[in-house]
């Protein structure tokens, strides 16, 4: 696939969808393409799912337009998944992609196996909104798709400060600007602004870490009755988990947060040697080298002890291999 625009031929219903828990890159390159469709090809009916999205992001063009419920049994002539690694991460949204007549997945996960009909996989892309910058095409990037994409590379960049940070993500970024986008206010309201509630949950994450194998491992885990505490809820937690990992010497973070049914969403990160990707994929789960996940059942500190175990190993391989 070259481009977006030669898979919307003969195409009159279009399905878009991410995965569950959505976040700004998930949000922002789904919300690209929806506004790609709606504003270059307005014959087409296009359909965007994703589960309730954060308010930080509901100033991006047709925001207001995204189905948090797929109670419709539309079938599509076309679904587009996007920064999904597997049809277990879409939710609900599963089964328009289960009937459509063609299917797209646009990601940039390494643990993607290229599970729909015509796949569009970059795994060392900064991000999914910076693959829908390619397939959409400069010349027909409006200022509110700008936006969109803007967000997606920022969120899952940490605005620009990640090593898949590249210089053509860099130079995506200014043809963006170029377009009118308030590059600061966007910065600033979607990624550094935190709600007192946040920053206090934050605290409390961080006033309970441990380290683990000489310091450099760090964890945290926040349960069900914290998040209700704080008046919390799973969406507010982004961040804590990069913020463990700025800690000097620190390799690699472990952040747990405890799910309805008592099992634990677990985010991971590292800086320069540990890959979490191979590690969340023993638990069925997946994500990027140094940004992986998965949702585990058990104890919070066994699990905790069996991802340090996993990143033992790999630290032991790295040291023989030297």
Not at 112 to 137: C, H, K, R, V, W
Not at 192 to 209: C, M, P, R, V, W
């Amino acid at each position: 696939m070259k481009d977006l625009a030669s898979q919307l031929t003969q195409v009159k219903t279009v399905a878009i969808a991410g995965h569950v828990r959505p976040d700004g890159d998930c949000i922002g390159s789904c919300l690209a393409t929806y506004n790609y469709i709606s504003t270059w090809y307005p014959n087409i009916e296009v359909d965007v799912y994703l589960e309730p999205i954060p308010n930080i992001f509901k100033f991006l063009k047709h925001a207001d337009k995204i189905h948090n419920t797929c109670e419709s049994n539309k079938t599509y002539d076309l679904c587009i998944v996007q920064d999904c690694g597997d049809t277990g991460r879409l939710g609900e949204a599963v089964k328009y992609f289960e009937t459509a007549k063609k299917t797209i997945c646009i990601d940039h996960h390494i643990s993607n196996d290229s599970f729909a009909d015509e796949n569009y996989i970059f795994p060392q892309t900064s991000s999914t909104s910076e693959l829908m910058f390619d397939l959409i095409g400069e010349e027909k990037i409006t200022k509110e798709i700008a936006e969109c994409i803007y967000v997606g590379i920022i969120h899952d960049t940490g605005v620009f400060q990640y090593s898949s940070t590249t210089a053509k993500t860099m130079n995506i970024a200014g043809v963006l600007m170029e377009k009118g986008i308030n590059f600061s206010k966007i910065v600033n309201d979607t990624f550094y602004t935190k709600t007192f509630e946040q920053n206090k949950i934050l605290g409390q994450a961080l006033l309970d870490s441990r380290r683990y194998l000489d310091g450099v491992v760090i964890a945290t885990v926040v349960t069900k009755e914290e998040m209700e505490k704080y008046q919390v809820l799973p969406k507010h937690l982004e961040g804590i988990v990069s913020q463990l990992r700025a800690t000097k010497g620190v390799e690699a973070a472990i952040f747990l947060y405890e799910n309805e049914d008592g099992s634990w969403k677990v985010s991971m990160r590292s800086n320069a040697l540990i890959n979490v990707a191979t590690i969340a994929m023993n638990y069925q789960g997946g994500g990027h080298v140094r940004a992986a996940g998965a949702t585990i059942k058990g104890n919070s500190e066994e699990i905790i002890q069996k991802i340090c175990e996993e990143i033992q190993k790999q630290f032991l391989g790295v040291s023989q291999n030297d």
